[in-house]
């Protein structure tokens, strides 16, 4: 199982940049683990200010020789993080007379797909990608990335504390936060 950027170009063109990956045909890019930043850009204070909610989408295909089943993915959040997530499945439809595959697209991150339905990936929520999915079969994932402001805004405001080693309390220590937000995807099935 591997995940691909989407891109607008054609079917296996290359994905240079994942923050244009927003629908549209798989691109030959894969998505790769641990890397900083393969999904979403970092949260600036412009992005807590303007808090909008920001799409991707990314195709799951099976590279496996077998068919698995019930494919499932989830979302695994650190408990402070800011930002929370939302997922929706989209099946592939033909786009053209060679049976090409391909998901909608949006314009800019910050259009929503129209047609997804998109469920809150809440830590414990599992979203049902397939039943079954065939060697060679693909799906799109679209994933949308929302700012709790509230919370980023009391992560912002609350930046020290009164140190608890100084007597006259005068003196304060920085307050120790995380620096990178990571989220992991974890798609499951059975083989």
């Given at each position: 199982?591997?995940?691909?950027?989407?891109?607008?170009?054609?079917?296996?063109?290359?994905?240079?940049?994942?923050?244009?990956?927003?629908?549209?045909?798989?691109?030959?890019?894969?998505?790769?683990?641990?890397?900083?930043?393969?999904?979403?850009?970092?949260?600036?204070?412009?992005?807590?200010?303007?808090?909008?909610?920001?799409?991707?989408?990314?195709i799951?295909?099976?590279?496996?020789?077998?068919?698995?089943?019930?494919?499932?993915?989830?979302?695994?959040?650190?408990?402070?993080s800011?930002?929370?997530?939302?997922?929706?499945?989209?099946?592939?439809?033909?786009?053209?007379?060679?049976?090409?595959?391909?998901?909608?697209?949006?314009?800019?991150?910050?259009?929503?797909?129209?047609?997804?339905?998109?469920?809150?990936?809440?830590?414990?929520?599992?979203?049902?990608?397939?039943?079954?999915?065939?060697?060679?079969?693909?799906?799109?994932?679209?994933?949308?990335?929302?700012?709790?402001?509230?919370?980023?805004?009391?992560?912002?405001n609350?930046?020290?504390?009164?140190d608890?080693s100084?007597?006259?309390?005068?003196?304060?220590?920085?307050?120790?936060?995380?620096?990178?937000?990571?989220?992991?995807?974890?798609?499951?099935?059975?083989?």
């Amino acid at each position: 199982m591997q995940l691909y950027y989407t891109t607008t170009t054609g079917y296996n063109a290359i994905q240079t940049n994942p923050s244009r990956s927003l629908g549209g045909f798989k691109s030959s890019t894969l998505v790769i683990n641990d890397d900083f930043s393969n999904l979403f850009d970092d949260v600036s204070i412009m992005t807590v200010r303007n808090a909008r909610p920001e799409y991707r989408a990314i195709i799951l295909r099976n590279e496996l020789v077998n068919q698995v089943r019930k494919v499932k993915v989830s979302i695994q959040n650190a408990p402070d993080s800011i930002c929370k997530y939302k997922m929706a499945v989209e099946y592939l439809s033909v786009a053209d007379k060679y049976g090409t595959r391909k998901m909608s697209n949006v314009q800019s991150s910050q259009s929503r797909p129209f047609a997804a339905q998109f469920v809150d990936m809440s830590d414990g929520v599992t979203l049902d990608i397939a039943e079954t999915l065939n060697s060679g079969q693909e799906v799109g994932i679209w994933i949308c990335r929302e700012i709790d402001k509230v919370k980023a805004k009391e992560q912002y405001n609350n930046v020290c504390k009164p140190d608890p080693s100084d007597p006259t309390g005068r003196r304060y220590i920085a307050v120790e936060r995380l620096t990178e937000e990571a989220v992991n995807i974890v798609i499951d099935w059975k083989g």
